[in-house]
């Protein structure tokens, strides 16, 4: 049990004061983004209905429900808040394949309601601990088809919950232990492009507030849960991994700082092949839909199990293009950017995006994970017999190649200025200005009101 006492014990003790300036920088840069994903993705497809859902089942008015204004049980704000911030895939990532922030920084401030408020440090110090702690577990996990952001984000959203609502030592072993328990989701719901792909966001940040209240009164769980014979590791890591990529240099170290953010609105596992096809068709003028002949991706085999199936319209149109490469590429072919409106069903279904993917094939190739998972090879071949080559070996966005403040910022506005319903613009400023400077808000709740639509 040394691994979890550590990290229990890491989650349990850190300050504010111990994180470097990266990591606060980088916590407030995931808030922002969460935000703007969220603003962006109230009315996006099932949000609306699981927001009445939510209503619909009432109870204790514990936390509010960002946007719509209601407020409900803790534990059913962070659910539908998880969702909406999921709806238009553009919220944060890490590898291997896991979303943090959406279910993290729904849960922090539906908890920071519960406990009648925290300070900005002290919500900074919850997100950046509970993400770190998650990160690490996430880094030596062998998924293989389970869904990285329901196995394992959950217990950074338990462990920002745990820390906000004042867990103590034991407690907080045991909500991690309790998460552990809830634990699940699976890969099948993106490749079907199915709206579960949000449902299973919202059950991590759901779960994590669950975990902590049910912790908090006492309720335990495995204290082995990482170790032991049937935990954690032996589920998801095959029994094999690196004692010290879990826990070593803790508060030194942060896996954290590995975090991306998205450069175009579809799956990260996408983003490669949109930014080959876009900086292929900026740089040759002949690179046009009716004067390709064909496009060849080879991309790693962990990208083609989600990504490189062969499109297909299925119930839930922007789902199905936002997991696929070859729709994602047509897109870039034909309106030679990426952006939200390009994912809305009128777009999808435009007969010249299906003539475009008749001409693109994606492929398979191990060779590419000896240069990065998101590691892309594109060949392009004009109707008059030109070739055009791109090779990308890191996508845009990941680490080492970070997003500057400034995409970050204008990634934000593109949200807020994509939402059906807006916020007066008086309020995302105040907002953007409370995010810029967190560390110093005395009650993390003053970000709640602006975060409602105005009645």
Same mark, same amino acid.
């Given at each position: 049990?040394?691994?979890? %006492?550590?990290?229990?014990?890491?989650?349990?003790?850190?300050?504010?004061?111990?994180?470097?300036?990266?990591?606060?920088? +980088?916590?407030?840069?995931?808030?922002?983004?969460?935000? =703007?994903?969220?603003?962006?993705?109230?009315?996006?497809?099932?949000?609306?209905?699981?927001?009445?859902? #939510?209503?619909?089942?009432?109870?204790?008015?514990?936390? /509010?429900? +960002? +946007?719509?204004?209601?407020?409900?049980?803790?534990?059913?704000?962070?659910?539908?808040? @998880?969702?909406? *911030?999921?709806?238009?895939? #553009?919220?944060?990532?890490?590898? $291997?394949?896991?979303?943090?922030?959406?279910?993290? !920084?729904?849960?922090?401030?539906?908890?920071?309601?519960?406990?009648?408020?925290?300070?900005?440090?002290?919500?900074?110090?919850?997100?950046? !601990?509970?993400?770190?702690?998650?990160?690490?577990?996430?880094?030596?996990?062998?998924?293989?088809?389970?869904?990285?952001?329901?196995?394992?984000?959950?217990?950074?959203?338990?462990? *920002?919950?745990?820390?906000?609502?004042?867990?103590?030592?034991?407690?907080?072993?045991?909500?991690?232990?309790? *998460?552990?328990?809830?634990?699940? =989701?699976?890969?099948?719901?993106?490749? &079907?492009?199915?709206?579960?792909?949000?449902?299973?966001?919202?059950?991590?940040?759901?779960?994590?507030?669950?975990?902590?209240?049910?912790?908090?009164?006492?309720?335990?769980?495995?204290?082995?849960?990482?170790?032991?014979?049937?935990?954690?590791?032996?589920?998801?890591?095959?029994?094999?991994?690196?004692?010290?990529? #879990?826990?070593?240099?803790?508060? %030194?170290?942060?896996?954290?700082?590995?975090?991306?953010?998205? %450069?175009?609105?579809?799956?990260?596992?996408?983003?490669?092949? /949109? &930014?080959?096809?876009?900086?292929?068709?900026?740089?040759?003028?002949?690179?046009?839909?009716?004067?390709? @002949?064909?496009?060849?991706?080879? #991309?790693? $085999?962990?990208?083609?199990?989600?990504?490189?199936?062969?499109?297909?319209?299925?119930?839930?149109?922007?789902?199905?293009?936002?997991?696929?490469?070859?729709?994602?590429?047509?897109?870039?072919?034909?309106?030679?950017?990426?952006?939200?409106?390009?994912?809305?069903?009128?777009?999808?279904?435009?007969?010249?995006?299906?003539?475009?993917?008749?001409?693109?094939?994606?492929?398979?190739?191990?060779?590419?994970?000896?240069?990065?998972? /998101?590691? !892309?090879?594109?060949?392009?071949?004009?109707?008059?017999?030109?070739?055009?080559?791109?090779?990308?070996?890191?996508?845009?966005?990941? $680490? $080492?190649?970070?997003? /500057?403040?400034?995409?970050?910022?204008?990634?934000?506005?593109?949200?807020?200025?994509?939402?059906?319903?807006?916020?007066?613009?008086?309020? !995302?400023?105040?907002?953007?200005?409370?995010?810029?400077?967190?560390?110093?808000?005395?009650?993390?709740?003053?970000?709640?009101?602006? +975060?409602?639509?105005?009645?």
């Amino acid at each position: 049990m040394e691994i979890e %006492k550590q990290l229990v014990d890491y989650i349990s003790r850190a300050r504010y004061e111990d994180l470097p300036v990266e990591i606060t920088d +980088l916590t407030k840069n995931f808030f922002l983004n969460i935000l =703007g994903s969220t603003i962006a993705g109230a009315l996006m497809e099932g949000s609306e209905t699981l927001a009445n859902q #939510v209503m619909d089942w009432n109870g204790k008015k514990e936390a /509010t429900i +960002l +946007l719509y204004g209601s407020r409900v049980p803790a534990h059913n704000a962070a659910f539908i808040k @998880s969702y909406m *911030a999921r709806a238009l895939d #553009v919220d944060d990532g890490i590898r $291997p394949g896991m979303h943090v922030g959406a279910a993290t !920084v729904p849960a922090a401030l539906a908890a920071s309601e519960l406990a009648a408020g925290c300070t900005g440090r002290d919500i900074i110090t919850a997100v950046a !601990v509970g993400a770190e702690v998650a990160d690490r577990i996430n880094l030596v996990s062998k998924y293989d088809g389970f869904d990285p952001t329901g196995v394992c984000s959950i217990f950074a959203a338990s462990a *920002a919950a745990g820390r906000i609502l004042g867990l103590n030592f034991d407690q907080m072993w045991h909500a991690l232990a309790i *998460a552990f328990n809830k634990s699940g =989701g699976s890969f099948q719901s993106n490749r &079907e492009g199915a709206l579960s792909v949000r449902l299973i966001q919202g059950f991590a940040a759901q779960g994590g507030i669950i975990s902590s209240q049910l912790a908090g009164k006492g309720f335990t769980g495995p204290k082995d849960f990482l170790q032991g014979v049937y935990g954690y590791f032996h589920l998801f890591a095959r029994d094999k991994y690196d004692a010290q990529a #879990v826990v070593g240099e803790l508060g %030194k170290r942060f896996e954290f700082s590995k975090t991306m953010f998205k %450069k175009y609105p579809s799956c990260g596992s996408t983003i490669a092949s /949109t &930014e080959a096809i876009l900086d292929l068709v900026n740089e040759h003028a002949d690179i046009t839909p009716d004067n390709i @002949s064909h496009v060849h991706i080879k #991309v790693t $085999p962990y990208t083609y199990k989600i990504v490189g199936s062969p499109f297909q319209i299925g119930d839930n149109p922007r789902v199905n293009a936002q997991f696929n490469i070859q729709y994602c590429v047509a897109n870039a072919i034909l309106r030679k950017s990426s952006k939200l409106a390009h994912f809305e069903e009128p777009q999808i279904k435009e007969p010249e995006i299906m003539q475009i993917i008749k001409k693109i094939e994606v492929e398979a190739d191990p060779d590419l994970d000896k240069r990065d998972e /998101t590691a !892309v090879e594109m060949r392009v071949i004009t109707s008059d017999g030109k070739e055009y080559h791109k090779n990308i070996d890191i996508a845009a966005g990941f $680490p $080492p190649r970070h997003l /500057t403040s400034e995409e970050l910022l204008e990634r934000f506005w593109s949200c807020v200025d994509y939402a059906q319903k807006p916020l007066e613009r008086k309020n !995302v400023d105040k907002i953007v200005s409370l995010v810029r400077r967190l560390e110093d808000v005395r009650d993390i709740r003053s970000l709640i009101p602006l +975060l409602v639509w105005p009645k």
